[in-house]
């Protein structure tokens, strides 16, 4: 399985960026999948998932803000982030997750995301 996060870059406050996740291996339509993020200093953390029924989740902090989807087609997994705020400066990391967790051998290399205020 290969997940190859991607779109990431430098946005001023306020602005919106979509990152994607393309998946080789795994058919991501079939599995709940999840956004992470790691900022520097910081553990990596849940932003976003969707389970196999589409139904989304979010952590408090980009309700509103953050959607997650999915194209079975293109076998690719999004992230529509607007209204960026500096603390979502992080890397961003997709990853299958298997009864709620994230799968260890699965992390790719995470796109970076700048937030400037």
């Known amino acids: 399985v290969q997940l190859q996060a991607y779109g990431g870059g430098l946005v001023q406050a306020g602005g919106s960026l979509r990152l994607s996740c393309a998946a080789s291996g795994v058919i991501v339509s079939a599995v709940s999948m999840g956004w992470y993020r790691q900022a520097p200093g910081k553990q990596r953390e849940l932003v976003a998932r969707?389970?196999?029924?589409?139904?989304?989740n979010y952590v408090d902090s980009v309700k509103g803000r953050f959607t997650i989807s999915r194209d079975h087609a293109k076998n690719t997994v999004y992230l529509q982030m607007n209204i960026l705020k500096p603390e979502d400066t992080a890397v961003y990391y997709c990853?299958?997750?298997?009864?709620?967790?994230?799968?260890?051998?699965?992390w790719g290399h995470g796109t970076l995301v700048t937030v400037s205020s």
């Open positions: 969707i389970t196999r029924d589409d139904t989304a």
């Open positions: 990853n299958v997750l298997h009864k709620g967790l994230p799968i260890h051998d699965y």
